[in-house]
């Protein structure tokens, strides 16, 4: 996760710096963030098969090694069209299969209906790499300039990969973890009353988790524009390249705090209690993007992005893996992340859209608002649907007790 997210989310660090030195407009990088983001997506379904197939370990070792090559690659690209596509091609397909599908996979095969506490846990790897990599590329900017720091952070992701490759013990694919707690029961008696059924379910499929799977759409759609677009926004307010990248180590530093004591919640607390409130407070952070008076209040928005916006990844995850065949996982869980890539590739495409359209990205950015407090909706309406099949269940556990002994 280190690798794989610091090299993904860092692209935006370097936004100003291609513009300037490359020829690149602000749109065509925009364009070309949004492009990556679809093909991670449409590579899911592939990805959840070799997932299956070969296992996690392999996929993500040959993916990390896509991505790394995608910076080399990037460092040595003559014109717009080399640039993008290396970062579409090579970037877009290495971060389909090192990220979260994959790691997700490898997890929830180990630990079955008691992921939410490791999946928290695995979050601050993504937080590592934010924090990692945008400041080492802020550092190098200056004594080896865009091409060379391209390049010597793909170098680093290659030598890292290898150490991955034979430090990480292959995945198994073992049968769901027996004597789940009882929150992670009552909220599997929710997906139940969202269509799953009132046992945990045979067939192979996200029926039934439709709302949670809307509102992970949504949190995609700002995702990306905030970490990849935030930096070139403080640039065009004035902000100098390295202070603008240094916004997303900031949100990294949150996320990775947040990471932490969300892992030790979801220890006691069902992971759809949990969602409403991470979503609320990102709506915050993209009102403070943009509407804030004074730039320096980017540096609170970006910590409070970091801090809601990172969880809401393991928290999805623990709940829509709940009770799904581990063999199967892969496949089963493509269509999720093709909602979230596809949602990530539709907001980079609008938030350029209207850069070109008003010379900014604060109209995105409040648009990102009104979307923010949609999927607070949705998933506090889960959140009910959990405290009520609970109460359900415990009823009818009530009932065949009494009935039993009578």
């Given at each position: 996760m280190t690798v794989s997210f610091g090299l993904n989310f860092s692209a935006g660090v370097f936004f100003a710096p291609v513009a300037e030195d490359y020829g690149i407009g602000a749109g065509t990088?925009?364009?070309a963030a949004a492009l990556s983001t679809a093909v991670t997506g449409a590579a899911q379904p592939l990805v959840g098969v070799l997932l299956d197939r070969i296992g996690a370990?392999?996929?993500?070792?040959?993916?990390?090694?896509?991505l790394s090559t995608s910076y080399l690659a990037l460092g040595a690209a003559r014109g717009a069209g080399q640039f993008v596509a290396a970062y579409v091609v090579l970037g877009g397909l290495g971060f389909a299969g090192s990220?979260?599908?994959?790691?997700?996979?490898?997890?929830?095969?180990?630990?079955?209906?008691?992921?939410?506490?490791?999946?928290?846990?695995?979050?601050?790897?993504?937080?590592l790499g934010q924090l990692v990599v945008p400041w080492a590329a802020a550092g190098l900017f200056g004594p080896l300039g865009t091409r060379?720091?391209?390049?010597?952070?793909?170098?680093?992701?290659?030598?890292?990969?290898?150490?991955?490759a034979a430090a990480v013990p292959t995945d198994r694919q073992t049968a769901a973890v027996p004597g789940a707690s009882e929150v992670s029961k009552a909220s599997g008696a929710a997906l139940a009353t969202e269509g799953a059924g009132p046992g945990l379910p045979k067939r192979q499929s996200l029926g039934g988790r439709g709302r949670t799977l809307a509102a992970f759409g949504l949190h995609a759609a700002t995702l990306y524009a905030m970490v990849l677009l935030l930096p070139k926004h403080a640039v065009e307010l004035g902000w100098s390249a390295a202070a603008g990248g240094s916004l997303v180590a900031v949100a990294a530093a949150a996320a990775a705090v947040s990471s932490a004591v969300t892992a030790r919640l979801v220890g006691h607390t069902a992971p759809e209690r949990l969602l409403p409130v991470m979503h609320t407070l990102r709506a915050a952070s993209l009102v403070l993007a943009a509407a804030a008076p004074d730039p320096r209040?980017?540096?609170?928005?970006?910590?409070?992005?970091?801090?809601?916006?990172?969880?809401?990844?393991?928290?999805?995850?623990?709940?829509?893996?709940?009770?799904?065949?581990?063999?199967?996982?892969?496949?089963?869980?493509?269509?999720?992340?093709?909602?979230h890539q596809g949602s990530a590739g539709?907001?980079?495409?609008?938030?350029?859209?209207?850069?070109?359209?008003?010379?900014?990205?604060?109209?995105y950015f409040a648009a990102g608002v009104g979307l923010s407090l949609l999927a607070a909706v949705l998933t506090s309406?889960?959140?009910?649907?959990?405290?009520t099949a609970a109460r359900n269940t415990v009823s009818t556990a009530a009932l065949a007790s009494s009935a039993s002994t009578s």
């Open positions: 990088l925009a364009v370990k392999r996929v993500i070792v040959a993916a990390l090694l896509l990220s979260s599908l994959a790691v997700s996979t490898l997890i929830a095969r180990a630990e079955g209906d008691r992921a939410a506490p490791a999946l928290a846990r695995a979050t601050i790897g993504i937080n060379g720091t391209y390049a010597a952070i793909g170098a680093a992701g290659l030598a890292a990969t290898a150490v991955l209040l980017l540096i609170v928005a970006a910590a409070l992005f970091g801090a809601a916006s990172f969880t809401v990844i393991p928290l999805t995850m623990a709940i829509v893996t709940r009770g799904l065949d581990p063999a199967r996982l892969g496949r089963t869980l493509a269509p999720a992340w093709i909602v539709l907001g980079l495409a609008l938030a350029a859209a209207g850069h070109a359209a008003t010379g900014g990205y604060r109209a309406t889960t959140a009910r649907a959990t405290r």
